[in-house]
Structure formats: C-alpha cells, structure tokens
C-alpha cells in the first residue's frame, strides 16, 4: 500500500535561548540543535500563489514547505533549520490540521526561506 512508501528525512531544528546580557545590555544567544526525524520537504510551487502569498505577506520569498510529523511539540516559528547541507529560516505561522482528520503521518506545514 502506499502510504507505508512515504518517509521524509530527518532535519537539524536550531532554536536560540537567551543565556544573558552583554556589557551593553545586549542578549546573548545559545543555540541548541535538535534533530527531528520524518519531515517532508516539498519546493514550494513556482506556478500557484503560495510564493506570491509569502511575498505579499511579510516579504519575504518561500523556498520549500516542511511537513512535520503528527505529534512533534517544537515550536517552528521564527527558528533556523539545516537540511540540505544549508540553513532555511522559517517564515510565518505554521499551519497545523487536525491530527484525527488526517491520514498520513504528517499535519502541520512550516514554510522556509533561505537564511545567510
């Protein structure tokens, strides 16, 4: 059957916490890496108006959409993710369905961005 054929790959989550305050009273960030296995990762469509949507939204230009894994507690906003051997930021809020309704191992979207 089919849906035993699908399996995405396992991806580096990196979320910063602020660990203080530098002499001018900047935070100072620690990254921590954590990898989260079976995400899909889908370009997302030249031809539809998901990239156009991301450009009128916030300016910023989608690369891929990430599905993540049913049950994953990570928050996926605003965090930086490797796979690929680069770094992609996410963009927006991600989109999250209802685990039940859902057939396949995935319910929620996270959109990301190439990130320097």
Same mark, same amino acid.
């Given at each position: 059957?089919?849906?035993?054929?699908?399996? +995405?790959?396992?991806?580096?989550?990196?979320?910063?916490?602020?660990? +203080?305050?530098?002499?001018?009273?900047?935070?100072?960030?620690?990254?921590?890496?954590?990898? &989260?296995?079976? &995400?899909? &990762?889908?370009?997302?469509?030249? /031809?539809?108006?998901?990239?156009? /949507?991301?450009?009128?939204?916030? +300016?910023?230009?989608?690369? %891929?959409?990430?599905?993540?894994?049913?049950?994953?507690?990570?928050?996926?906003?605003?965090?930086? &993710?490797?796979?690929? +051997?680069?770094?992609?930021?996410?963009?927006?809020?991600?989109?999250?369905?209802?685990?039940?309704?859902?057939?396949?191992?995935?319910?929620?979207?996270?959109?990301?961005?190439? %990130?320097?």
């Amino acid at each position: 059957m089919f849906m035993g054929c699908l399996k +995405g790959i396992t991806i580096t989550l990196i979320t910063k916490t602020e660990t +203080g305050k530098d002499p001018f009273n900047n935070p100072i960030e620690t990254e921590t890496r954590e990898e &989260v296995e079976n &995400v899909l &990762v889908a370009p997302v469509s030249q /031809n539809g108006g998901e990239i156009l /949507n991301e450009l009128s939204m916030n +300016g910023k230009k989608a690369r %891929y959409q990430l599905g993540i894994p049913k049950g994953d507690a990570h928050n996926w906003e605003d965090c930086i &993710v490797e796979f690929f +051997g680069e770094r992609w930021k996410s963009i927006g809020f991600s989109t999250i369905g209802i685990e039940d309704l859902i057939p396949l191992d995935w319910n929620r979207r996270v959109v990301v961005e190439r %990130y320097g």
